[in-house]
């Protein structure tokens, strides 16, 4: 089965959409990648996703008009994906939406919202969409999140030791291999989403994230800023837990540098960097990591990764390229699978990773123009990930 997967994260710098080719073989799910893009998102729509974004008071015309805009820019990734990547048609589209609000009380979620109206990829492509994949793990009791944690514990299964996959977006979450234990995710703080606010700030919104980490390679930690940053008590609470834009935002930056004045915006950038190293750094540590597999938008930040590294000496440090999976596209890739599991009656989720009480079907399907015609229910859930080329 042909799917395309399409996501936005929490830094909606663009909607990436990736293909892939999906097959069951006895315990394994075979992945062919098939290539990915990228749709920067228009000006006016992103500007829509930060009007609407917490803490901001909006109107529920704001909301309907935004998830018609945002549906109709993941239709348009959609169609770009199955005339660049798949020549001979795809079969299933997998929507994240873009997350504009997780509701979280007590480290409770409570809901979590994700716009982008599927009808208008459904109606663009002609092909069945699943979307809405967070809602139900959220329903059983569950975080909602990382929902990337099944395929992680997939693609980590039988790696030496205790493994973990780190995803560097927005907000950084990461999966922990140990064999001893089983499979366990969370989020550990922010990854690109307070750097990426800063970068806006201090420019004007000229720019809109620190390229290649020049900024913060120019700049120096400030000691005073981060040891009030890590006083955040997001990072004490115990696994799993999810956190988001509703925690780490401009706003509450622009309230520790009031209480803690770094002058240099450089500086701001080398100490939000350390920031998001330390946080995943102790994390790894906690769980006695010796492999860190990273993906997501972060790996193109250099500065980011040597730092982590500076972190977690004697850690081995390599991007998900190296299995396999290519890092740039990970997690559209990651939501192609999750409906893949969805159609074939699958669960998508991990209990210990999310939270819930018990692993759950994903998601809802929106039609294609042709009658819905579902492949039969998969006897057994797959149990490893195995990355190959696409068959002849």
């Known amino acids: 089965m042909r799917v395309i997967g399409l996501m936005s994260g929490t830094s909606y710098d663009a909607v990436d959409a990736a293909a ?24 006016e729509v992103r500007r829509g996703i930060e009007d609407v974004l917490p803490p901001a008071v909006t109107t529920a015309e704001a909301v309907c008009r935004l998830d ?32 504009v609000h997780h509701w979280v009380e007590d480290g409770r979620v409570r809901g979590t919202l994700q716009l982008g109206a599927p009808a208008w990829i459904a109606e663009a492509t002609g092909l069945p969409v699943v979307s809405g994949l967070r809602g139900r793990d959220v329903a059983a009791g569950g975080q909602g999140a990382p929902l990337v944690s099944m395929v992680d514990a997939l693609l980590l299964r039988g790696r030496p030791g205790v493994a973990a996959a780190l995803n ?87 309230d520790a540098l009031a209480a803690e004045p770094v002058p240099e915006p450089d500086d701001v950038l080398a100490t939000l960097t350390r920031l998001t190293a330390v946080t ?21 930040n250099p500065v980011l990764l040597r730092v982590i590294g500076e972190e977690l000496p004697g850690v081995r440090v390599l991007p998900s390229d190296a299995l396999g ?68």
């Not at 892939?20 to 000006?43: C, F, H, K, Q, Y």
């Not at 000691?223 to 935002?249: C, H, I, V």
Request: glycine residues 12%; aromatic residues 4%; contains cysteine.
């Open 20 to 43: 892939t080719e999906l097959r069951l073989e006895g315990d394994e799910l075979v992945m062919s990648p098939l290539g990915a893009i990228s749709v920067p998102w228009p000006g």
């Open 68 to 99: 018609t805009d945002v549906g109709r820019v993941f239709a348009d990734a959609a169609v770009r994906a199955v005339e660049a990547l798949c020549p001979g048609g795809a079969d299933l589209v997998v929507s994240h939406g873009q997350t």
């Open 168 to 254: 560097l977006g927005g907000i950084a979450n990461i999966t922990v291999l140990d064999p001893r234990t089983g499979p366990l995710a969370f989020d550990t703080g922010p990854a690109n989403a307070l750097l990426d606010a800063a970068v806006r700030h201090f420019t004007g919104g000229v720019r809109h994230y620190d390229e290649d980490g020049r900024g913060a390679a120019r700049g120096r930690v400030s000691p005073g800023l981060l040891a009030l940053l890590l006083a955040e008590p997001y990072y004490r609470r115990p696994a799993p837990k999810t956190t988001g834009k509703e925690l780490f935002r401009l706003d509450r930056l622009l």
């Open 280 to 300: 995943v750094a102790d994390a790894c540590r906690a769980h006695g990591v010796g492999e860190l597999v990273v993906s997501g938008g972060g790996v193109r």
């Open 325 to 392: 999976l290519p890092a740039a596209a990970k997690e559209a890739l990651a939501f192609a699978v999750l409906g893949f599991l969805t159609v074939h009656g699958l669960p998508g989720t991990v209990p210990s990773c999310t939270g819930a009480r018990h692993a759950s079907l994903l998601g809802g399907i929106t039609p294609g123009r042709e009658p819905l015609r579902l492949p039969p229910p998969a006897a057994d859930a797959p149990t490893r990930l195995r990355i190959a080329p696409p068959p002849r």
